[in-house]
């Protein structure tokens, strides 16, 4: 069984961006410049987005940040996402989610220019993913098919299941594994909370993911030997024996899965890490559109 050092993978990365940001500084080109816009005080979103914000000062990015009250009406914000959208020395900017309830996702996200979208999350964007057209993946699905390259895990023509169905992961992700291209090839399965003979479908994949927040979810007795397992969850469970009181779980029961597979990402440390790189990796193309 092998370990993806997704936190390792993230670190090479983003000493691969720096480099990239230097060579670009030193033939007079621009900084790249990510700017993120963040609504109310939500605990996970403000940890998110500190997060994002540190990773660019880590690779040489400019970041701006740009805060609204809970209160915020829609029409301000989509005034300030047209400002982004005009502004040239934003190469790329995000919302991010969930938004407060009087304001329309949807809306919000249409509204941002495509060639920003840094999250890859305008219908744009998935249209282009769908038919392998350059554009900017998502960061999740993007950061797991990163894994998946440097890991040198063949996906072609493997039974790869993917459990969730989410717009920013299960979704884009069952359709980058099923694209002819050197990344996909895969015959993809996607479960959700209504499929049947979950177990047996299970049983039949080279490659699970696993994207649906239920911690320990994937157990040893629905996995085959020799099988690649990524897992997306994320779940704070509560742990008195930790400073914060919490630890993150995935989806996977970890300690009874790992030694049947070939691979597997652990939590933390798997596949979270990766998510931010991608965002960095998206920003750093969208300053050479
Ligand atoms: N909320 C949770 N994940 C994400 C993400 O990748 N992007 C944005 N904008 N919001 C999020």
Redesign the pocket.
Known sequence: MQLIDGKATAQVIKLEIAAKVKSIISEGGKVPHLAAVLVGTDG??ET?ISSKIKSCEEVGFKSTLIRFSENVTEKELLDCIENLNNNDDIDGF?????LPKHISEEKITLSISPSKDV?G?HPVNIGKMALGMPCFL???PQGIMELLKRYKIDTNGKNAVVIGRSN?VGRPLSILLSLNNNEGNSTVTVCHSRTKNLKEICLRADIIVTALGKPGFLKADMVKEGVVVIDVGTTRVEAPETKSGWRLKGDVDFENVAPKCSFITPVPGGVGPM?IVS?LQNTLKAGRF
């Open positions: 996970g979103s998110y995000i919302v991010q989610l969930p999250d999350f998502p960061a999740t920013i998510t965002l």
